[in-house]
């Protein structure tokens, strides 16, 4: 019984290492991430662009909405690193 609970308390020591192909999968995250970076920041001046027009002409104001939605995906999008970080910890 001694015996047993001995080898169940070896500490094993390893180190991480990143698995084959991640390189790859690191590069298309990467171009994702540009992608969505650029449509939220074309999103964001065609809200600003429809609100002027709205603006101007008096018309209905669904641009603040869309300008605000906007705003929130570009935070989102730009701490998601960070939030991936938070919930699940290397």
Same mark, same amino acid.
């Given at each position: 019984?001694? #015996?047993a609970?001995?080898?169940?308390? *070896?500490?094993?020591? $390893? $180190?991480?290492?990143?698995?084959?192909?991640?390189? +790859?999968?690191l !590069?298309?995250?990467? /171009?994702?991430? /540009?992608?969505?970076?650029a449509?939220?920041?074309?999103?964001?001046?065609?809200? +600003?662009? !429809?609100?002027? /027009?709205?603006? /101007? #002409?008096? +018309?209905?104001?669904?641009?603040?909405?869309?300008?605000?939605g906007?705003? *929130?995906?570009?935070? *989102?999008?730009?701490?998601?690193g960070?939030?991936?970080?938070?919930?699940?910890?290397?």
């Amino acid at each position: 019984m001694l #015996h047993a609970i001995s080898v169940l308390a *070896i500490s094993f020591d $390893t $180190t991480p290492q990143a698995p084959p192909g991640s390189a +790859g999968l690191l !590069k298309i995250i990467g /171009w994702i991430s /540009w992608a969505v970076s650029a449509a939220l920041i074309c999103a964001v001046l065609v809200a +600003g662009g !429809k609100f002027a /027009w709205e603006r /101007w #002409h008096s +018309g209905a104001t669904e641009s603040p909405k869309m300008l605000v939605g906007a705003l *929130i995906g570009a935070v *989102i999008a730009g701490s998601a690193g960070a939030i991936l970080n938070a919930v699940a910890p290397a």
